[in-house]
């Protein structure tokens, strides 16, 4: 068991070591607030934070993680990371995983700060901020199950067959387990027009994601954004599938195309390894350990 104050060497954790991914984590532009005092009582916040976005340059000396009696913190020389909107970054103490590789992602910074590997940070400022609050928990939750009448895995094609194949390997399995799992009909369809899932389903599923956690609900949601699927997303969170899997479900199309007209450079390569990172960052947080 963790116990007092853990000062991090530079250790290296394998979803925060890809150097291909370009596309930005919004962790420092939402992460401003590290501390609540102002210098001159108005105007910003005077934090390490809004000095790391400014500079993008590191400025700390150590990475710490602080068991505290109501849960993990983790610190820049020794001052805990606060959110956007200026709650402690504090985790429950089940999480020492997420925990460990939120420090990791600091200490991982060396000398200019990489905004798109904080992913760890990110989702863990917005299960903190966002969905301890009623109202934004129902609007997050009627968005994501709009995505229930888009859903990725609902929308198959009869060509070419290296596609039909993938669908019937990724998508059919998962369909079935959603089915199953929660006693539900789940249309397949052929065509992105006019197309809506049954209202049951809606109700039975909507009432499945009104029961998670601020945890879960963040993991969900960056989940479904990053999918494109509801469904894929639900599986991650509920420990289903495993991250590969579901990232491998997500690029069912995008592998097709790569095996019939070859892999685009800087293109294909880099959302292989994004996919994998955010869903990496989503199944981490609802992981107790």
């Not at 991914?21 to 532009?29: M, P, R, T």
């Not at 963040?218 to 590969?244: D, G, N, P, Q």
């Amino acid at each position: 068991m963790l116990r007092g104050t853990l000062t991090l060497s530079h250790t290296r954790l394998t979803w925060s070591s890809s150097q291909k991914v370009v596309q930005a984590c919004y962790a420092l532009q939402h992460f401003r607030k590290h501390s609540t005092t102002s210098t001159s009582g108005e105007g910003p916040v005077v934090s390490e934070t809004n000095r790391a976005e400014s500079t993008l340059k590191r400025f700390w000396k150590t990475v710490g993680i602080d068991i505290r009696n109501d849960g993990i913190a983790v610190t820049l020389d020794k001052r805990a990371l606060k959110t956007p909107s200026g709650n402690t970054l504090l985790l429950p103490k089940e999480k020492r995983l997420a925990a460990t590789a939120i420090a990791d992602e600091w200490e991982n910074q060396e000398i200019f700060l990489k905004q798109h590997a904080l992913p760890m940070t990110s989702i863990t400022a917005r299960a903190i901020d966002a969905f301890r609050d009623e109202v934004t928990r129902k609007q997050v939750q009627a968005t994501l199950l709009d995505y229930l009448d888009t859903d990725t895995i609902c929308f198959h094609h009869d060509d070419p067959p290296p596609l039909v194949e993938l669908q019937q390997k990724h998508w059919e399995p998962l369909l079935e387990w959603v089915r199953a799992t929660y006693g539900v009909e789940v249309k397949v369809f052929d065509s992105v027009l006019l197309h809506s899932q049954p209202g049951q389903t809606r109700k039975v599923l909507g009432n499945v994601i009104a029961q998670m956690d601020p945890w879960e609900m963040a993991a969900m949601e960056r989940a479904t954004y990053v999918t494109k699927s509801f469904l894929i997303a639900l599986a991650l969170v509920k420990r289903h599938l495993a991250v590969e899997q579901a990232a491998l479900a997500a690029q069912v199309e995008v592998e097709s195309q790569i095996q019939r007209w070859g892999e685009v450079e800087d293109t294909h390569d880099v959302d292989f390894y994004d996919v994998r990172r955010q869903l990496g960052s989503s199944a981490c947080l609802v992981t107790n350990m």
